[in-house]
């Protein structure tokens, strides 16, 4: 390797799991058109064709493209202002906020997925802060400048979350359950949002902006700009797919937690940042997540004699808490994942 000399090891991926040179993008993930939602859909009443595109989506891939989602384009491009400011700032003023073991929010730049390093540097904020009896520490951490920066950001999570909860509502309708069957589950949510600056990578065929995952709560709101590098593994083949970056739209997709609830009727999808070397990318995911205390379980009205339930129930405060911590070690074993709830 011509360039091993500057290679710093902590970002390499094994052969295995390094980017390709061909990544197909013939046929990309599905572009769901949400616009009926705001215009036809009256006393509840959603029109079929969007459920049906959305429950194939969420079954082919667990990942969709949505526009005409509502959320005002101006205060997308203001978020992406602010996000790229923020990061623009001295790295001595971005670690002011750096994120520690005691409170994981606020800036880092030192992420590792799967034990490699990812080449990226995040700033991290629960939609609402909270402390709870499990020791789950939702607390955020501000930067002084860019000035305005929490009030634009926070109108943005705010827009998004109205798009999540409409989400929801649809998926809930695919699932044969009333539109705000899960809800509830979010009254005390700990959602977070992260924003993500990717810098030019001098090797990117051994580094990744982000190794090879699932997002592990119910679902992720994901903004990304014109630049790409969002790979999808296609589940009929397990080939890797770029998400075609398409103005003004956000990337959908299903975690793990949707897996649990619908028994595996929606999986979740094992996603992925190849690296570039020229452009500097950003984006904004949106991790919807529920509240602490809840069980996550498949839903008693989608289990049935012939449909038994695959998983045991687990506390999301508690797995939450312990992917969290996991973020500051590096771990013999691999993260805890709900493979680890399955039913032999
Ligand atoms: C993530 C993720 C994708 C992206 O942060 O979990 O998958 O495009 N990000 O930044
Ligand atoms: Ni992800």
């Known amino acids: 390797m011509a360039h091993s000399a500057q290679v710093d090891p902590a970002f390499v991926q094994a052969p295995e799991h390094r980017p390709k040179e061909t990544i197909s993008s013939a046929d990309g993930v599905p572009l769901i058109d949400l616009s009926p939602l705001f215009s036809q859909r009256t006393c509840n009443t959603f029109p079929a064709t969007l459920l049906a595109e959305v429950e194939a989506a969420c079954i082919n891939w667990g990942f969709f493209q949505v526009i005409n989602h509502g959320i005002p384009l101006e205060l997308l491009k203001k978020a992406v202002a602010a996000e790229k400011e923020f990061f623009e700032q001295p790295e001595k003023d971005k ?202 379980r498949p839903l008693p009205e989608v289990v049935s004699d012939r449909n038994p339930g695959k998983y045991e129930g687990y506390n999301w405060g508690k797995f939450f808490k312990r992917r969290m911590d996991s973020d500051f070690k590096l771990l013999e074993v691999e993260n805890i994942q709900i493979d680890h709830f399955k039913r032999a």
């Open 95 to 296: 670690l002011k906020i750096r994120r520690d073991e005691a409170n994981r929010f606020g800036y880092y730049e030192s992420e590792h997925t799967k034990n490699v390093r990812d080449w990226k540097r995040v700033f991290d904020f629960a939609l609402q802060e909270r402390f709870d009896a499990t020791g789950l520490v939702l607390k955020n951490r501000w930067p002084e400048v860019p000035l305005g920066f929490r009030e634009t950001i926070e109108e943005y999570a705010r827009s998004v979350e109205k798009l999540a909860f409409m989400l929801l509502e649809l998926i809930s309708l695919t699932l044969n359950l009333p539109p705000k069957r899960l809800h509830a589950f979010f009254e005390e949510q700990t959602t977070f949002i992260r924003l993500n600056h990717y810098p030019p990578c001098p090797y990117p065929d051994l580094a990744l902006g982000v190794g090879r995952h699932k997002d592990s709560g119910p679902l992720t709101v994901l903004y990304q700009d014109s630049v790409g590098g969002l790979d999808v593994k296609k589940r009929s083949d397990g080939e890797w797919v770029r998400v075609k970056p398409i103005p003004d739209s956000f990337v959908i997709n299903i975690g793990d937690v949707i897996q649990v609830w619908s028994n595996d009727k929606y999986t979740s999808a094992e996603h992925r940042v190849s690296a570039n070397s020229e452009r500097d990318r950003f984006s904004i995911p949106f991790f919807f997540n529920p509240a602490s205390h809840i069980d996550v």
